[in-house]
């Protein structure tokens, strides 16, 4: 896993991203080392900060920016997520590893043990510390995302009060410490819509690189209980037909195929 930050070339699937948006060449295609050394002098040009990584044991090759302004012609900008709609799970692995480590390495740069600074460690994708030893490792925050059912079929989905756009989706948060993934699905619906849940079941899992949570899929069977939304949380929830959603998310997301039974 050791991070080589001065790769002369690379064969490595190459990355270049900024916040939740990632470069592609104009007309669509990847890009390739070439490509990431014409963006990090780009970046020189223009005294944008950059940070520049290769992994050759995940085939990832990084750049990450903290500008956009004047991006040469040759290329345009895409959102991540709709990277992850294309139907490779290698190619979606080693994009949402690009995005992971891009965002991990942005937000560690002091040791949060003694404030001595950090640095790459040359054997792992991990940094330490220069004055107390500890290691510090990329993270992932576990969460659950569910779809609760009723008996006649139709789904739960609901509203969140900080989505600008009229979507709806799944029952979601991140599992709070000492609870199993079963735990935080069951309290998560109760505390947002005041439902009890049953036959709570395993469904998939995705990377969900914003910046660091790993999505545990359940679905799960509505057991009682009244609405009552948790007004901070949610705008609305509601009972649907699986054939006559409202907007949801669209593919690329464990929400889209919880939703749409995929
Ligand atoms: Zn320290």
Known sequence: MAIINNPKESTCRCFAVINHEQVLRTDGSALDFHDLTVLKDWCVSRNYVFDFFEEK???VCALGLSSKEGLPSAYTFDTIRHGFS?????ETLCLSRAKAIVAWRSMTHYCSACG??????????????IECGQ???PRIEPCIITIVSRKD???LLAKHVNRSREMYACIAGFIEAGE????AVAREVMEETGYKVKNIRYYGSQSWPFPSQFMLGF???YDGGDMHLQEDE????KWFERGECPITPPPGSIAYRLINNV
């Open 116 to 129: 001595g600074v950090l640095k790459d460690h040359l054997g792992q994708t991990a940094r330490y510390c």
């Open 153 to 155: 079929g139709k789904i």
């Open 57 to 59: 044991q995940w085939n």
């Open 219 to 221: 679905t799960c069977e």
């Open 180 to 183: 199993t993934a079963e735990q």
């Open 135 to 137: 290691m510090f490792f």
């Open 86 to 90: 294309i139907d490779s799970p290698e």
């Open 234 to 237: 949610l705008a609305d929830a």
